[in-house]
């Protein structure tokens, strides 16, 4: 039964690397309107990390049976997601591009601060149960709360004077 297995990490590579090119048009638009990018030097850690992970899926769940309740809770983050990055539009980047125009206060952002960051810790755990990687969903649950830990100290510093306004 590799087919199931073969179509969900499709998926999965197949968004990753679509948002990619979302986001690199999104940052190129950014920085030319006059943003400018905080914590670069963390983001090729962050990029290692999910490749790391996208690979251990890739190589450790082709052909295992895909459980259905973990796929179903998949597909209710990926209408999540959808949510959260047509909330923030344009805006929406995988690096931290700070905008002189007031924060995405719509969508999913009007009720909490950080929802894709909320949705990837989800992502991370449950796209590796839905191929039985125990193991997988643990370890890289540890290891991007330790990036989230930097990212979002950076976020926050540079978002900051926006907020006291």
Request: hydrophobic share 60%.
């Amino acid at each position: 039964m590799v087919l199931p297995s073969l179509l969900f990490l499709a998926f999965i590579v197949v968004q990753r690397l679509s948002e990619l090119v979302i986001a690199k048009r999104n940052t190129a638009r950014l920085l030319a309107r006059g943003a400018h990018e905080v914590g670069a030097s963390h983001y090729p850690v962050m990029v290692a990390m999910h490749s790391a992970w996208i690979f251990s899926l890739i190589v450790f769940g082709l052909g295992q049976p895909v459980h259905l309740g973990w796929l179903a809770i998949f597909a209710v983050l990926q209408v999540l997601r959808v949510w959260i990055l047509s909330s923030l539009g344009a805006r929406w980047t995988t690096r931290i591009i700070i905008v002189d125009e007031p924060l995405v206060a719509r969508g999913p952002f009007k009720y909490v601060s950080h929802p894709n960051y909320m949705l990837v810790v989800a992502e991370i755990f449950v796209a590796p149960m839905v191929l039985g990687l125990l193991w997988v969903a643990v370890l890289f649950t540890v290891l991007n709360a330790a990036m989230l830990w930097v990212r979002i100290g950076v976020e926050h510093k540079a978002l900051a004077p926006m907020r006291a306004g």
